[in-house]
């Protein structure tokens, strides 16, 4: 199984990103989808989660209001639009598919800089 994330880069604060995260090698609809991120020297945090049945969402606090997850089934991509960006948001965000807790996978992460 692999899942490849795209989107990040270097971004001014109050700017925008949009992260995607391509699934092709397994049954993706099944799987709950989540964003996590882990800026340096801190631990890794979820960010943003969707469910695989009813597409149901939860989000992190710090990003309510700003992030919105979403997937498409038939591309087989989660994506994670940012809005107002800051300089907190600052981390390297991974891509994970969870399967009842039996199956997990996760990607290698791309970099979001959040830097004027």
């Known amino acids: 199984v692999q899942l490849v994330e795209s989107g990040g880069g270097l971004v001014q604060p109050g700017g925008s990103l949009r992260l995607s995260c391509a699934a092709p090698?397994?049954?993706?609809?099944?799987?709950?989808m989540s964003w996590y991120r882990q800026a340096p020297g801190k631990e890794r945090e979820l960010v943003a989660g969707?469910?695989?049945?009813?597409?149901?969402?939860k989000y992190a606090d710090s990003v309510k209001g700003r992030f919105t997850i979403s997937r498409d089934n038939f591309k087989r991509t989660v994506y994670l639009q940012m809005n107002s960006l800051k300089p907190e948001d600052t981390a390297v965000y991974y891509c994970?598919?969870?399967?009842?807790?039996?199956?997990?996978?996760w990607g290698k992460g791309t970099l979001v800089t959040v830097s004027s």
């Open positions: 994970n598919a969870n399967l009842y807790n039996v199956m997990d996978y």
């Open positions: 090698g397994f049954t993706f609809s099944s799987y709950d």
């Open positions: 969707i469910t695989s049945v009813g597409g149901s969402t």
